[in-house]
C-alpha cells in the first residue's frame, strides 16, 4: 500500500502550508485531496513535489506491502 503520511511530515518539518502550496507553487487543491486519501499520483508530480520540497521521494511517499489474503 502507497501513503503519503511522510509527506506531511515533510510539509511540517519545513513549516510549509497547503495554502503555500496552492498560492505559491499552483498545486491544486485536487492533488492535495488525492495526497490525503492515498490516491494514486503521477511521478512527474511526485517529482515537481521533490523539487518544490528539496526533499527526496522517501519525504512523502511510503511503501509497505499489502497484506495476503
Known amino acids: 500500500m502507497i501513503s503519503y503520511e511522510p ?3 515533510t510539509l511540517k518539518a519545513k513549516n510549509i502550508s497547503t495554502y503555500k502550496l ?3 507553487y499552483n498545486i491544486s487543491r485536487s492533488l492535495l485531496d488525492r495526497l ?7 511521478t512527474v508530480t511526485l517529482n515537481d513535489l521533490c523539487n518544490i ?9 511510503l511503501y509497505t506491502p499489502d ?3
Not at 490525503?36 to 499520483?41: D, E, F, Q, Y
Not at 520540497?53 to 511517499?61: N, P, R, V
Open 7 to 9: 509527506f506531511y511530515e
Open 53 to 61: 520540497l528539496k526533499c527526496s521521494i522517501t519525504d512523502i511517499i
Open 36 to 42: 490525503k486519501h492515498n490516491k494514486p499520483i503521477s
Open 22 to 24: 496552492i498560492n505559491n
Open 67 to 69: 497484506e495476503e489474503t
